[in-house]
């Protein structure tokens, strides 16, 4: 698994803390259970609306995925399908049928079993291509989810401040809780910036990568199945795979 997300909000709330220390104060200061209620329960909420239910359960269910996701090494795919080609080329395309019993990416199994049956390389690709494009469908609807959720959560913060501030107004009677009650007002305003920054927007962003890394490694495999199917040597499968990896690199680095 990749821990970076972990990591990263674990440093975010560790400064934060720290900075509360500092300050000669204590993290229960900010841990008071209205505000953070209304301001989690609203963005949850509020998240649900803009969605259907099962869109929402999906991406819940999803979740642990997209955070616990480790991503392939290319080179490593590379070198399988090199090979498979290897393979296939002195043995013929069916002598990969017990290969593609032991191959554990569903993706990369599933195009060669296709392709020893003999589908079409015209059908082969657009139907390789037809689940890239559903997968990335589905990983943008599940970002979306939470962009808006980060998106809504400092507006439900002060929503929960607002709330907060009418109290304080019904208790001005009583001068000594009126400064406990104002800073008591403003944590909900915190906890709305707080989870929209590093909890719903990182984890939107997550998403987003996973979803890239996962669609490049798709399109490798399915490029590299094409290229076997259509009886190519495995050096120049090698080379072609390798090349389309270092155009993937350049591009993020632009």
Known sequence: MDPATFVGMAIAFGAIIVSIFLEGSSPMSVIIPAP???VIGGT???GLATTTLPDFIGSLRALGH??????????????????????ARREGLLALEDAARDID??????????????????????????????KRAVDRSVAKLFADMGGFAPT????????????????????????????????????GLLTANLIWL??????????????????????????????SGPRVVGARLRALVGDTKQKEAA
């Open 66 to 87: 997209y955070l616990t996701f480790k991503p392939r090494d290319p080179e490593e795919t590379v070198e399988l399908v090199v090979s498979l080609a290897d393979r």
């Open 105 to 134: 990416d569903d993706f990369l199994k599933d195009g060669l079993q296709a392709a020893i049956d003999g589908t079409d390389p015209e059908d082969l690709r657009a139907m390789m291509e037809a689940k890239v494009d559903g």
């Open 36 to 38: 953070m209620l209304l």
């Open 202 to 231: 990182p984890i939107s962003s997550r998403v987003k990568r996973v979803s890239e890394l996962e669609a490049a490694h798709m399109e490798l495999a399915m490029e590299g199945l094409l290229a076997i199917q259509a009886g």
């Open 44 to 46: 949850i909420g509020a």
């Open 156 to 191: 439900i913060g002060i929503i929960g401040t607002v709330v907060s501030l009418v109290h304080v107004l019904e208790n001005l009677s009583d001068p000594s809780s009126i400064g406990h009650m104002i800073a008591a007002a403003f944590v909900a305003t915190l906890w």
